[in-house]
Nanobody, 127 residues
Framework: QVQLVESGGGLVQAGGSLRLSCAAS????????MGWFRQAPGKEREFVAA????????YYADSVKGRFTIFRDIIKNTVFLEMNSLKPEDTAVYYC????????????????????WGQGTQVTVSS
């Protein structure tokens, strides 16, 4: 059974950087499609980034392209979300999700497709 534990959230000024971590247990990260989603107060949870099972093709929401990078470390069995040039609108609880299969372009960005979730980590960007 896959379990996910996020860490790395915190308070940062606009323009700053943070790196979120999602440590997986139960399966290797290369045998999982893993995604990051976020939920701001009063808003629906939305897709941020994903890295696919196998070759590790990556996907990004338009709002974070060029600022965020998702990557995985096989040795640490961890997926990271490197967040640069942070904006106040990036403030949210960030969740890591996983599924032990390869999805389509649309599935990899669909929170309903994922079956395992972490507990979330708060990211707050001050202006």
């Amino acid at each position: 059974q896959v379990q996910l534990v996020e860490s790395g959230g915190g308070l940062v000024q606009a323009g700053g950087s943070l790196r979120l971590s999602c440590a997986a247990s139960g399966r290797t990260v290369s045998s999982l499609t893993m995604g990051w989603f976020r939920q701001a107060p009063g808003k629906e949870r939305e897709f941020v980034a994903a890295i696919a099972w196998g070759r590790g093709v990556t996907y990004y929401a338009d709002s974070v392209k060029g600022r965020f990078t998702i990557f995985r470390d096989i040795i640490k069995n961890t997926v990271f979300l490197e967040m640069n040039s942070l904006k106040p609108e990036d403030t949210a609880v960030y969740y890591c999700a996983a599924r032990a299969s390869s999805g389509s372009y649309y599935q990899n960005q669909d929170q309903e497709w994922y079956d395992t979730w972490g507990q979330g980590t708060q990211v707050t960007v001050s202006s």
